[in-house]
């Protein structure tokens, strides 16, 4: 595989896990199992870490406004899932909003990110 592509099928792979495991979560119903709530929760936190090792990485490179406000819009959308989520996991009923957010919001981080796995491979080359 092309060293290129590694970053990508990283995060490919935890996205994987991430909606995975989710979605299993939400099958399983409450009360979660500890074990797969916990996996759930540290893949999205290392999700977040590794985007914002990326964007890290961005730094050296002259880059516009707009890979900047594509970057925060990432971090941004992380914050507000892993937010929702730990709100949906708090509070039982849990608020619509969170639910809501919880849903749509790990698709928008997904296209985000791939936005930006996809200037940090024309930037490598």
Known sequence: MNEVWLPVAGAASGFALVFGTG?????VGRPYGAALFAVHKLIG???LVYLGLSAYGFRSAALGRGVWLVVAMAI???????????VLSAVDPAPALASILHK????ITVVLT???MYLQMSVRR
Do not use: D, E, T
């Open 23 to 27: 979605y299993w979560l939400a099958l």
């Open 45 to 47: 936190l290392g999700m």
């Open 76 to 86: 941004l959308a992380f914050i507000v899932v892993i937010a929702s989520g730990g």
């Open 104 to 107: 749509v919001v790990p698709y």
């Open 114 to 116: 791939a936005v930006l």
